[in-house]
């Protein structure tokens, strides 16, 4: 129990002591009353909403910097121009790099050893 905050053992404290119920389901059963009472951390992996809205997200950028790119190359060869003169600009080069980064991170497997880990 060392590993949490105090400020949440300090809530724990006022909630069991501002209701006797709480208080008495505590004494009876504390595993289940405790669960009630301060509720299950969620792991961020655990959240399919959130994580799929990310990996979309990302996975657009790229997309979309990718279609600028194809753009900007067929005008410049429709045009007659030379492609060499008109490079894609650095901040859409280090957003794609940098979403094409974020998205392995988020789809590389977690090690069985980093699963449950509380530690940063």
Known sequence: MSGYPARQIDD???RLSANEEELERFRKDP??????????ERHPHSDMFIY?????????VILCV?????????DSVIAGRDTSKY?????????????IGALAGLLA????????SKEI
Do not use: D, K, Q
């Not at 650095?90 to 979403?99: D, G, K, M, Q, R």
């Open 109 to 116: 497997p977690i090690g069985p050893n980093r699963a449950n």
């Open 87 to 99: 490079p894609l600009p650095e901040f859409l080069i280090a957003a794609c790099s940098t979403s």
């Open 52 to 60: 799929r809205l990310v990996v979309i997200a990302l996975g657009i």
């Open 31 to 40: 595993i289940p009353a405790l669960v009630a009472l301060v509720g299950r």
């Open 66 to 74: 990718v279609g600028v790119e194809i753009f900007v190359h067929v």
């Open 12 to 14: 724990l404290i006022n």
